[in-house]
């Protein structure tokens, strides 16, 4: 029998030499960590198959969304997309889960936090990691502006920009436009006549030089897309149940909502000023539009105005028929084989 | 400084109760239970209660205590309370009884993962654990039955459920948590 002595003394050596093992990360990445950037810590998620070296960096919309929306949920394209690359959750500055200060919300702080992000992942991961930028909505904005630095740029090997938000005023005039004759067709066809008639004669008052009527005008624009869910012209969201969401997920919705307000309100109006469309002539990496084809916030008619704009010689823009500004969730599917091909041509 | 200060504060007054008893009329127990965070996200809560004047239960309905609790928010924080309470009696009857409870104090919140920094010349840190002090206050139903052995009144089985919130979460917002806390108070000392 052992003395307990040498039990103990066997024990601490055992322990000494399991802990000299080099860390190597497995191909089935599964991690989570927090980024600090002025007073705001920032919750990253990266999950998915480390074999290929490849990153898929999630620039979520709001500003102030999540990108935990249908987290790890079956459908959704970012789940499936784990299969063959990584994926990372990024929570930015006053949005989803983050905690800390709401103070420097402005375009070029968001930049500098990506930034970061990206310099950490090189150094946990690997320099030599192939990095692809997903931005949604907000996100395409943010995206754009990070990439308008060629230095930022030259780390990333390909844009995809979905339903993105970059120039602000000429979408709000190019969602009244859509609004109105898309509503008109809508009456004609007998659908939804008095919410339809409703939209427009409001659509008709707002003036989108105010700050006020601009963002009007983007919620008669979601409530046009909730009109056309419910006749059947575009699909629904995926997304988890309130119960799974609120009981079983990283998330805490509590905060969810608290960003979410609190960054409307400061990025107001910058927000409602952004124009990008000169920095897109800067973008030399092969680019990739989705957008919905009822996408009443961001009309494709912005997105086919843009992809021409774009400095890169590798540009396509795919247009998704029953789907609104949440592209990725309305046809998970064709958005999952989409991007998937989109990358794996350019790396 | 003030958060040392609040959480000084807080033990001292969760053990007050227990310092200051010297009555042979006041009953003390002890409780240990499930706290779970939006009910699902478990933790687990020890607790100390006295009942002044037990002997005139029914005329007093008064009790005082304090409560420890963790919980896990898997993949986002622990969260750490301790909290002095006071609770007053809306209900009695027979076994059951049913309390209004006020709890204020201490809050920390452990991230749940590394949290990196990038200074100015692009060199990474990190910090192992990080964690933020938070003040927090909370209200709550008691629902509680009495258990006897032969006529030793030796217990309750308790169902807390209310909410808590923890201040400057987010700018100088707190967020609002409800929560669920169920389990078993044993009585220190018997009265009959």
Redesign the interface.
């Known amino acids: 029998m052992l003395s307990k002595n040498t039990f103990w003394i066997g024990l601490f050596f055992v322990c000494i030499l399991a802990s000299c093992n080099k860390m190597n990360v497995s191909n089935n990445l599964k991690d989570?960590?927090?980024?600090?950037?002025k007073k705001s810590?920032m919750?990253v998620?990266v999950n998915g198959n480390y074999s290929s070296k490849t990153f898929l960096l999630y620039l979520h919309g709001g500003p102030g969304g999540t990108s935990l929306d249908a987290y790890q949920n079956n459908e959704n394209p970012f789940y499936k997309l784990q299969n063959d690359l990584v994926v990372v959750y990024w929570e930015q500055r006053?949005a989803g889960?983050?905690?800390?200060?709401?103070?420097n919300l402005t375009l070029n702080q968001y930049v500098e936090d990506l930034e970061?992000l990206i310099?950490?992942l090189q150094?946990?991961y690997g320099s030599d990691i192939k990095l692809f930028l997903l931005g949604h909505s907000w996100g395409g904005t943010l995206g754009i502006k990070y990439l308008s630095n060629t230095l930022y740029q030259s780390k990333i090997k390909g844009w995809i920009e979905v339903g993105g938000g970059h120039h602000v005023p000429r979408i709000a005039t190019l969602e009244k436009e859509m609004l109105i004759s898309e509503g008109n067709k809508e009456i004609l066809a007998g659908r939804n006549i008095n919410e339809w008639n409703e939209i427009i004669t409001k659509a008709n008052t707002l003036n989108i030089t105010k700050i006020d009527d601009l963002f009007e005008m983007n919620r008669l624009s979601v409530q046009a897309e909730n009109i056309m869910k419910q006749n059947g012209t575009i699909n629904s969201k995926i997304i988890n149940s309130w119960f799974h969401d609120?009981?079983?997920s990283?998330q805490?919705i509590?905060?969810t909502k608290?960003?979410l307000a609190?960054s409307a309100e400061k990025m107001k109006n910058e927000l409602a000023s952004i124009n990008l469309s000169d920095s897109l002539q800067k973008i030399e990496i092969p680019v990739l539009m989705v957008w919905g084809k009822y996408d009443f916030r961001v009309p494709p008619k912005f997105a086919q105005e843009e992809l021409i704009k774009y400095g890169s010689a590798k540009k396509d823009l795919v247009i998704l028929d029953k789907s609104a500004h949440f592209v990725q969730f309305n046809e998970p599917q064709l958005f999952y084989e989409n991007v998937k091909l989109f990358i794996e041509k350019n790396l | 400084m003030k958060n040392y200060i609040i959480l000084v504060s807080s033990i001292f007054l969760t053990l007050m109760p227990l310092i200051a008893q010297s009555q042979n009329t006041s009953l003390h127990s002890l409780g240990f239970g499930y706290f779970g965070e939006?009910?699902?996200?478990p933790g687990i809560q020890l607790s100390y209660q006295s009942y002044p004047n037990w002997i005139n239960f029914k005329k007093n309905k008064f009790e005082w205590g304090g409560n420890m609790s963790v919980y896990i928010?898997?993949?986002?924080h622990v969260g750490l309370r301790i909290t002095p309470n006071i609770g007053y009696r809306i209900l009695h009857f027979k076994k059951n009884y049913i309390l209004l409870k006020t709890d204020v104090g201490f809050f920390r919140?452990y991230?749940?993962?590394?949290?990196?920094?990038?200074d100015d010349n692009?060199i990474?840190s990190?910090k192992k654990s990080?964690a933020?002090p938070h003040f927090t206050y909370g209200i709550y139903t008691s629902f509680r039955r009495k258990l006897f052995y032969q006529t030793n009144f030796i217990g309750n089985i308790y169902l807390d459920m209310g909410f808590f919130k923890e201040t400057k979460?987010?700018?100088h917002?707190g967020?609002?948590?409800p929560y669920i806390n169920f389990g078993f108070i044993k009585n220190l000392n018997y009265v009959k």
């Open positions: 989570h960590f927090f980024i600090e950037s810590i919750p998620f006053c889960n983050t905690q800390g200060s709401c103070d970061k310099i950490l150094s946990k609120y009981f079983f990283p805490d509590s905060i608290t960003n609190l | 939006k009910v699902t996200h928010h898997n993949r986002s919140r991230y749940q993962g590394k949290v990196y920094t990038i692009g990474v990190y990080f933020t979460v987010i700018d917002k967020i609002t948590h």
